[in-house]
């Protein structure tokens, strides 16, 4: 029998080149919503931002949605909406996006960080009451790479000592917990339209939240802290702090054509990861993504873990990661690593230094940042690789067979690399 040479040992790519296509597909329908815009007479927060607010409030099934010029946004004003301020504590898991805790600091409260669950990613409910303290004013809960994080335990916990709860929903439009999506779980949620996010109008975001109270103290936050909005008459008075965290009419018409195409997008996703999964089931290392019972995940990451142990390896786990990475990418496998960092290992938080002089921790309380009280988080760092892009559309099922036959084929000739070697050059 014909043994079959890895790609990056000379071998032929598992992948055939141009296989993958880009994100997100753009259609007539883009052009013509866009166009339109161009052409109308309010480039700035026009008649397509509040159709768009409208639109996605009633996709997502919300009360109240304010459409944002970025994710981040949208996280700042819910944490500002739930009355965080200097030097309160709000819960936040190790591992994430920079912004699912900079956004505490941005309203000058402080970020108290929670290990991880190993297998969701997301964080552990069982390790959050061990971090409260009478500062705490509320909890976010990511549903990091779509996939829901436990609600539960977390609005029980809320419930209990009296916090807020806010959904970092940036990577997750359209996952559900339980058969609600996430959004509608919580006192508000934030949703990012980046170009890497599963409804993508280049950049922008959206708040959402059911509670009108909530909803007033967002838009203050929103719109340089006036009680009006553009729409209506303003009398450009400031009542609060407030920021410029308003969308414009172009993205908006971009986004409200995309959104259009959502549930189709989201199905596509959840038919090629079902097929990808089938293709790496049972290969000897290698954990793909676990979506627990409840849970329903939008597949914006294909999120694996590997273990060098399965193959006798004993050396420095990324070590091996890395290897098996790089001989994937030779194959055509588009995978990477989405965060190096645990968030309590960034330069902000370690020198407990944001706005000088120590704030905002100087209205409150100096807090350990010590990597090592985050072991699962730091485990996860070392171990996994993800993509987005194979599972999108354009992309279909013939895609998704190519990167499963990719990943199957590296992991049945690990023998074949020089781990040491290949893992401890850069560029991995």
Request: with cysteine; proline share 6%.
């Amino acid at each position: 029998m014909k043994q079959v040479k890895l790609a990056l040992l000379g071998g032929k790519p598992a992948v055939p080149a141009g296989a993958i296509r880009k994100w997100p597909p753009i259609d007539s329908s883009d052009e013509d919503r866009v166009l339109a815009s161009l052409r109308g007479d309010n480039h700035a927060y026009g008649p397509n931002c509040r159709a768009f607010e409208d639109e996605f409030a009633a996709w997502n099934g919300n009360r109240f949605a304010i459409t944002t010029n970025s994710g981040t946004a949208a996280l700042h004003m819910g944490v500002a909406a739930c009355g965080c301020g200097a030097g309160d504590e709000v819960i936040v898991p190790a591992y994430s996006w920079s912004s699912s805790a900079t956004c505490v600091l941005h309203h000058n409260a402080i970020p108290v960080f929670v290990d991880i669950d190993y297998d969701t990613m997301n964080i552990d409910p069982a390790r959050i009451e061990a971090a409260l303290s009478e500062r705490t004013r509320a909890i976010i809960a990511v549903h990091l790479h779509g996939l829901p994080a436990s609600m539960d335990p977390i609005l029980e916990i809320a419930l209990r000592h009296g916090l807020k709860v806010i959904e970092d929903c940036c990577q997750a439009h359209g996952a559900e917990y339980k058969g609600t999506r996430v959004g509608r779980l919580a006192d508000c949620g934030a949703f990012s339209f980046n170009q890497n996010k599963c409804l993508c109008s280049g950049e922008g975001g959206m708040f959402v939240t059911d509670n009108e109270e909530i909803l007033q103290r967002a838009r203050m936050v929103w719109s340089f802290g006036e009680t009006r909005t553009p729409a209506e008459d303003r009398d450009y008075h400031a009542y609060a702090l407030g920021w410029m965290y308003r969308n414009n009419d172009l993205t908006a018409a971009f986004g409200r054509a995309q959104l259009a195409k959502l549930d189709a997008y989201l199905e596509t996703a959840a038919r090629n990861a079902r097929i990808l999964a089938a293709g790496v089931r049972d290969i000897p290392g290698l954990q793909p993504p676990t979506v627990p019972e409840g849970h329903k995940t939008n597949w914006y990451n294909f999120t694996c873990h590997v273990d060098g142990a399965a193959y006798g390896y004993q050396g420095p786990p990324e070590r091996f990661r890395n290897a098996v990475m790089k001989a994937l990418q030779a194959e055509g496998v588009p995978v990477e690593v989405w965060q190096d960092f645990i968030l309590p290992e960034m330069t902000v938080f370690q020198a407990q230094n944001a706005y000088g002089q120590g704030s905002p921790w100087n209205y409150g309380r100096r807090l350990s940042y010590d990597p090592a009280l985050f072991p699962v988080a730091r485990k996860h760092c070392e171990t996994h690789f993800g993509m987005t892009v194979p599972l999108r559309a354009p992309n279909d099922e013939l895609v998704a067979q190519h990167v499963g036959a990719g990943i199957r084929k590296v992991f049945e000739r690990i023998g074949d690399l020089d781990i040491d070697a290949l893992g401890a050059e850069t560029g991995a």
